[in-house]
């Protein structure tokens, strides 16, 4: 409770927020006001944070109007859609809320989309699949359109049609200093260029312009394997997706199915080696790639089937409610009967439930890695295995041993990394530590000079640790 108290100490003024609410349509929330709590809360609930103010935006004037007050003031600015991008926490900051931000225009003749800042992929995805179009949304609807694209982007057509990051036609961006500008191609093409990959830390996007791809259908679905058989799952695995077209994005997943009320009975508790995935192409020749699974073993469970791309959560199954959780991310060189030992040992049981829930090996490549004419500071284009791991932590006790657990594993995993990151499927201050192993050192050292000329004071400090000059 001490430090709970010491955070609010930092709070600014009410009366030099009173110039501020004249000047915004959206709420001013400030620490004690009604409505506190819920402002400054998280999908993760993890994140406990206590902003000096909060500003629930309502247009690109709102969040230009929060940034200069935040200038004038010293203030640091963190923004936040849904909350589940978990970065360093707002304390003593601005902290701008863009749920507001929520136009949301298709173009059926032209497969493109305008998305404002505060829409998550659900509403995305729905009104496109109407036209029979797909955004390159990720495993969960709920995640924010915005955010997820910033950090590159991954889903499951992105062997097929590549980064979230590199299907962005435009950016409207609020820089440090307030100004509200245009990025693209054709207008601060520098800033375009790092938007796309640095995890939001160049300026607030208000809203993005992006393609549209022509799907409606896909072949998706898990196939659950007892986990005793994990170790032949996952070599397996890696044997086959080196035969895979760039059509069929997959991963393979150790998944502790949690013993809770609202998981099917048939799941709960139980826990499994998962190969997953969508093809993007005719059920058929999706159903014959599947079958090279389906006839070395019947699965416990066989989910894989044509299925429409407005149903794409239903494979990844992510929780949808906030939840307190800590995951970890890393690039693997390999999927070496070593790395897999590894992987084993921290993510199925071992005489107990296992801390960690999902250990998750995304197979990517394809069109992330063949982006031709495309360059924007996403550097991770010739990764192809990312590891995702997560916890559920409702306790303290819970959270300092999932974090425990997810050192263990990268600690043992080192001999088969490659020692760069995803931003996005990192959290915290690990996500903020290791911004030097997102970038190569080329596109880091651009970042900064771009940071230097949109955002000298370091307005934008919570996402990345990328520093301007001096
Ligand atoms: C259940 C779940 C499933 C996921 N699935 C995938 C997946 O399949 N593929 C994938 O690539 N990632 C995935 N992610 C990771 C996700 O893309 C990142 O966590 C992303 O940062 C979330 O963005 P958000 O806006 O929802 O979260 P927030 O916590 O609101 O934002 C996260 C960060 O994004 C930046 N940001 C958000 N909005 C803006 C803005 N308007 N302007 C500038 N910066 C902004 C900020 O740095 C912010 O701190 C998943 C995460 C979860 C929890």
Avoid: C
Avoid at 1 to 20: C, H, P, T
Avoid at 191 to 209: C, D, H, N, Q, Y
């Amino acid at each position: 409770m001490q430090q709970r108290a010491e955070r609010r100490e930092m709070a600014v003024s009410e009366s030099s927020v009173a110039e501020l609410r004249a000047q915004v349509a959206g709420a001013v929330i400030m620490p004690g006001d009604v409505g506190y709590d819920e402002a400054r809360a998280a999908w993760n609930l993890v994140i406990d944070q206590y902003p000096a103010v909060i500003v629930r935006a309502e247009s690109a004037a709102d969040v230009s109007a929060a940034v200069r007050f935040a200038g004038a003031h010293g203030l640091g600015v963190k923004v936040q859609a849904t909350g589940h991008g978990a970065s360093r926490e707002a304390d003593g900051a601005m902290l701008v809320l863009t749920a507001g931000l929520t136009e949301l225009r298709i173009d059926a003749e032209a497969q493109t989309a305008w998305v404002g800042a505060g829409l998550m992929w659900g509403p995305v995805l729905a009104k496109a699949q109407e036209a029979g179009l797909a955004p390159l949304l990720g495993s969960s609807p709920g995640v924010g359109a915005v955010g997820y694209t910033l950090g590159g982007g991954v889903g499951w057509l992105a062997r097929k049609y590549g980064l979230a990051s590199d299907s962005v036609l435009a950016f409207e961006v609020v820089l440090g200093d307030g100004r509200i500008v245009r990025a693209s191609e054709d207008e601060n093409a520098d800033l375009f260029w790092g938007l796309r990959g640095s995890a939001g830390s160049l300026g607030i996007v208000t809203g993005m312009e992006i393609r549209l791809f022509p799907v409606s259908m896909v072949y998706g679905g898990n196939l659950l394997y007892p986990v005793a058989q994990a170790r032949e799952v996952l070599r397996r695995y890696r044997d086959w997706i080196a035969t895979l077209p760039d059509a069929m994005t997959t991963s393979v997943v150790l998944l502790n199915v949690p013993p809770l009320p609202d998981v099917p009975e048939m799941l709960r508790g139980q826990s499994f080696a998962v190969v997953r995935g969508a093809y993007a192409g005719p059920a058929t020749e999706g159903a014959a790639l599947m079958d090279h699974w389906r006839q070395w073993q019947s699965p416990v469970i066989d989910m894989f089937q044509e299925m429409p791309f407005a149903a794409v959560a239903g494979i990844s199954m992510d929780p949808e409610g906030p939840m307190p959780g800590a995951g970890t991310s890393v690039w693997m060189d390999e999927l070496s009967d070593e790395a897999i030992d590894v992987l084993i040992h921290y993510g199925t049981p071992q005489g107990g439930p296992p801390a960690i829930v999902s250990t998750e090996v995304r197979h990517l490549g394809g069109a992330i890695a063949q982006a031709e004419g495309v360059t924007s500071a996403y550097s991770l284009r010739n990764e192809s295995l990312v590891l995702h791991a997560v916890g559920i932590t409702p306790t303290p006790e819970a959270f300092t041993h999932v974090m425990g657990q997810l050192a263990g594993l990268r600690a043992a995993l080192a001999p088969y990394l490659t020692g760069s990151v995803y931003p996005n499927f990192l959290e915290g201050e690990e996500k903020w530590a290791r911004t030097a192993d997102a970038f190569s050192p080329e596109v880091l050292e651009q970042l900064q000079a771009v940071k230097t000329k949109y955002d000298p004071q370091n307005i934008f400090r919570y996402a990345l640790d990328i520093q301007p000059a001096g």
